[in-house]
């Protein structure tokens, strides 16, 4: 069954110190992976998205994410976090056709960027 | 939040009440889901329709019911067979049913809480 792991609850960085929110995944075909971002009583908001091709893909307000297929990863990175880029951030895996080709959550990050 | 709309943002029930949230959508998107949010949990899949006038259960589909009636339109009913219903419910659609490529874009959600 298709997977995601995000194995940090919440992800403490200072204002202009690089930041990593890490996910990874299980799937028994190719991997389609997105990034979303939740403000406080919102809905989600899509960063960014691996399909095929470069494993390094870039997104919205200047997050990047890699993808690393040997290690089943799909980590997202931003070079200098802002203070308004704190929120909570869910990594998801489509889950091929299965269910309408519905997204599988991780249990989201918290991230809180401190000035 | 894209052009998708949900209404109310918040919703109060009393025990035993059936209650209905709404869900537009001006983006000319075929497939539309329906997804609850806990704490700690990432989101899980209650129902999806890839086409009008056809809908399918998703993960957690047990207490709630749709329907579909106008490609714009997905409202989802909360009824008294649902035993945990206080949750924060989210609204999605994607380009086309079949398109694995494709994000979903999210409403801003409704907050229910029995009372």
């Known amino acids: 069954a298709q997977s995601v792991a995000q194995p940090e609850d919440q992800v403490n960085v200072a204002e202009g110190n690089p930041l990593t929110v890490k996910c990874t995944y299980s799937?028994?075909?190719?991997?389609?992976l997105f990034w979303y971002v939740q403000y406080p009583n919102r809905g989600l908001q899509f960063l960014l998205k691996?399909?095929?091709?470069?494993?390094l893909v870039k997104g919205s307000y200047g997050f990047e994410a890699e993808f690393n297929k040997s290690q089943t990863s799909f980590h997202l990175k931003k070079p200098s976090a802002l203070v308004s880029d704190s929120a909570l951030y869910f990594c998801a895996v489509r889950d091929g056709y299965n269910q309408g080709g519905k997204l599988i959550f991780g249990q989201g990050t918290e991230l809180s960027v401190k000035p | 939040d894209g052009g998708i709309t949900q209404s109310p943002k918040y919703l109060f029930r009393k025990e035993g009440q059936n209650v209905t949230l709404s869900c537009e959508q001006n983006l000319n998107h075929d497939a539309m889901y329906w997804y609850r949010q806990d704490p700690g949990q990432g989101l899980r899949l209650i129902y999806y329709s890839q086409i009008v006038n056809d809908f399918q259960k998703g993960d957690i589909a047990e207490g709630y019911s749709v329907s579909r009636e106008k490609k714009e339109s997905f409202p989802l009913t909360v009824t008294s067979a649902q035993k945990n219903p206080t949750a924060f419910y989210l609204c999605?659609?994607?380009?086309?049913?079949?398109?694995?490529?494709?994000?979903?874009?999210f409403g801003p959600g409704t907050r229910l809480t029995v009372l």
């Open positions: 799937v028994s075909g190719n991997p389609y």
């Open positions: 691996y399909i095929t091709g470069d494993n």
């Open positions: 999605a659609s994607s380009l086309t049913r079949r398109g694995l490529y494709n994000e979903q874009f």
